[in-house]
């Protein structure tokens, strides 16, 4: 039903910048709350950002200041804006989609990004 699909990882120089985006089909954006999320090798897949129905943002201590998620309804698009990367930001990074009605829970296939020294 609900298919996500990740685009825009790729492999940049520390202080290099990078926007991923997240397109949902099968589902409007208006009702779901939009997490990304990354995994390292060898390492648990941790919250990143956040955006809620509302709009409230939220961002794990690693990355604010420096990482900005936003969402545009009518396109059924999400983004995270990467700036001012380090090497430990080098993870797959997936999107995550929880819908309220019908309720659901969902995941994209992930896109890589590394940050080179």
């Known amino acids: 039903q609900v298919q996500l699909v990740e685009s825009g990882g790729g492999l940049v120089q520390t202080g290099g910048s990078l926007r991923l985006s997240c397109a949902a089909s099968?589902?409007?954006?208006?009702?779901?709350?939009i997490g990304w999320y990354r995994q390292a090798p060898g390492k648990q897949r941790e919250l990143v950002a956040r955006?809620?129905?509302?709009?409230?943002?939220s961002y794990a201590d690693s990355v604010k200041g420096r990482f900005s998620i936003s969402r545009d309804n009518a396109k059924s698009t999400v983004n995270l804006q990467m700036n001012s990367l380090i090497p430990k930001d080098t993870a797959v990074y997936y999107c995550?989609?929880?819908?309220?009605?019908?309720?659901?829970?969902?995941w994209g296939q992930g896109t890589q990004v590394t940050v080179s020294s």
């Open positions: 995550n989609l929880q819908r309220l009605s019908p309720r659901g829970d969902y």
């Open positions: 955006i809620t129905i509302g709009g409230f943002k």
């Open positions: 099968g589902s409007t954006l208006s009702n779901a709350i």
